[in-house]
């Protein structure tokens, strides 16, 4: 079976979990504080504060930024739940804005359709554009927007670590917090992980104790300082993170190959192309290949259709106005809605071959005819 991913761990990454293992101290150590320097440096910003997945993450994000009831963050309707359900868990409300059919991110006019006919009663507070699958937002533009309306940025980076906006800053280092996701469909796993990114070295301080406990230690004491959680990373998980790291950069060369290899397939399939085809942004790190189907033919049918072929496939991400569970957007978003049912993820990992693609697009023409 042709898996739509896969975990790159090499035999040295493994070796090195085992070495922690072996040394008993499973939780926080000097693995943890090596891999956030190095992703630190990698990412280009001041600090990295690693934590337990990519939604602890953004969930520290909503409750270090005092976001709650009576604010509202505005956010993408396509993406994955996590992005909404870390607002409502602290008591704000998901503003729900339509994406671009083709880069699937937030749709600026949209977006300042929105904030200009907002009328409450919730404060629009944040905005938190989602880099989906690797393709870095209009993060330009939102900055300005957000700049104009005194919205604080929050980036849902959960899929897009490597990833570069124009100009060659990595995503997740524009706005005020940057969520990253180290989940084994991401294309840096540590099993479960997350990591924030700020260049506010106060707010990172008190990230760290909002992670373990609200603790703070200091000269052998330990206070409590505030009412906080437990979304730390352990130590073998930071040990499998920090082998990856340095090969990042050319496994996203190789899966942006790969890419580029589905386009030109697709873009001329015998009788003329029938999908509509993910934009090849610069700077995309390609998390996921997405390739949005006909309205008349049935995502059900294609993918059992490639599993009889031998080669997974699925959904790419969700709308949330579909779910019911966020509340009613303030404008229809219709392209969110279709990418939801319409949307086809293909297979995409840096061990594949250029064969592999092929044969992916030969099942899909036949799937399709
Ligand atoms: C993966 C992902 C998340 C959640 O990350 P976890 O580590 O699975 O908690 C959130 N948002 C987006 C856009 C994602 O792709």
């Given at each position: 079976m042709l898996k739509l991913s896969h975990p790159n761990i090499s035999d040295s990454a493994i070796d090195a979990v085992i070495d922690?293992?072996?040394?008993?101290n499973l939780v926080h150590g000097a693995e943890n504080e090596e891999f956030e320097r190095e992703l630190a440096a990698y990412l280009g910003c001041a600090e990295v504060?690693?934590?337990?997945?990519?939604?602890?993450a953004l969930h520290l994000a909503m409750m270090a930024l005092g976001l709650g009831p009576g604010d509202a963050v505005v956010i993408p309707d396509f993406t994955f739940p996590?992005?909404?359900?870390?607002?409502a868990l602290v008591g704000a409300r998901p503003v729900l804005v339509d994406v671009e059919p083709d880069t699937y991110n937030l749709s600026i006019p949209c977006l300042l359709s929105v904030i200009e006919n907002w009328t409450g009663p919730e404060r629009l507070r944040a905005v938190m554009p989602v880099h989906e699958f690797g393709c870095p937002a209009r993060i330009a533009e939102i900055q300005s927007i957000?700049?104009?309306?005194?919205?604080?940025?929050?980036?849902?980076?959960?899929?897009?670590?490597g990833a570069e906006a124009e100009g060659g800053k990595k995503v997740g280092t524009f706005g005020r917090l940057g969520c990253f996701s180290f989940h084994p469909r991401k294309t840096l796993t540590?099993?479960?992980?997350?990591?924030?990114?700020?260049?506010?070295?106060?707010?990172?301080?008190?990230?760290?104790?909002?992670?373990?406990?609200?603790?703070e230690r200091s000269g052998g004491s330990v206070t409590f300082t505030e009412v906080a959680l437990n979304y730390r990373l352990t130590q073998f998980q930071a040990a499998l993170g920090r082998y990856q790291l340095p090969r990042l950069d050319e496994w996203i060369d190789r899966r942006s190959e790969l890419a580029s290899?589905?386009?030109?397939i697709l873009s001329s399939a015998p009788?003329?192309?029938?999908?509509?085809?993910?934009?090849?942004?610069?700077?995309?790190?390609?998390?996921?290949f997405m390739i949005t189907l006909p309205e008349g033919v049935s995502r059900a049918t294609v993918v059992a259709a490639l599993r009889k072929d031998g080669i997974e496939s699925g959904a790419g991400a969700q709308c949330l106005?579909?779910?019911?569970?966020?509340?009613?957007?303030?404008?229809?978003?219709?392209?969110?809605a279709r990418l939801a049912t319409h949307g086809l993820a293909l297979p995409l990992f840096e061990q594949m071959t250029k064969c592999d693609v092929e044969e992916v697009c030969a099942a899909l023409f036949k799937a399709t005819s």
């Amino acid at each position: 079976m042709l898996k739509l991913s896969h975990p790159n761990i090499s035999d040295s990454a493994i070796d090195a979990v085992i070495d922690v293992l072996r040394s008993g101290n499973l939780v926080h150590g000097a693995e943890n504080e090596e891999f956030e320097r190095e992703l630190a440096a990698y990412l280009g910003c001041a600090e990295v504060v690693l934590v337990s997945s990519g939604t602890a993450a953004l969930h520290l994000a909503m409750m270090a930024l005092g976001l709650g009831p009576g604010d509202a963050v505005v956010i993408p309707d396509f993406t994955f739940p996590a992005t909404a359900n870390v607002i409502a868990l602290v008591g704000a409300r998901p503003v729900l804005v339509d994406v671009e059919p083709d880069t699937y991110n937030l749709s600026i006019p949209c977006l300042l359709s929105v904030i200009e006919n907002w009328t409450g009663p919730e404060r629009l507070r944040a905005v938190m554009p989602v880099h989906e699958f690797g393709c870095p937002a209009r993060i330009a533009e939102i900055q300005s927007i957000a700049d104009q309306h005194s919205l604080v940025i929050v980036e849902d980076a959960a899929c897009a670590l490597g990833a570069e906006a124009e100009g060659g800053k990595k995503v997740g280092t524009f706005g005020r917090l940057g969520c990253f996701s180290f989940h084994p469909r991401k294309t840096l796993t540590t099993g479960e992980g997350g990591a924030l990114a700020t260049d506010d070295i106060a707010l990172a301080q008190r990230l760290r104790r909002m992670r373990s406990h609200g603790m703070e230690r200091s000269g052998g004491s330990v206070t409590f300082t505030e009412v906080a959680l437990n979304y730390r990373l352990t130590q073998f998980q930071a040990a499998l993170g920090r082998y990856q790291l340095p090969r990042l950069d050319e496994w996203i060369d190789r899966r942006s190959e790969l890419a580029s290899h589905y386009l030109q397939i697709l873009s001329s399939a015998p009788g003329g192309n029938r999908f509509a085809l993910p934009a090849a942004n610069s700077g995309h790190s390609w998390q996921t290949f997405m390739i949005t189907l006909p309205e008349g033919v049935s995502r059900a049918t294609v993918v059992a259709a490639l599993r009889k072929d031998g080669i997974e496939s699925g959904a790419g991400a969700q709308c949330l106005s579909s779910i019911g569970l966020y509340g009613k957007p303030p404008a229809p978003t219709p392209i969110s809605a279709r990418l939801a049912t319409h949307g086809l993820a293909l297979p995409l990992f840096e061990q594949m071959t250029k064969c592999d693609v092929e044969e992916v697009c030969a099942a899909l023409f036949k799937a399709t005819s």
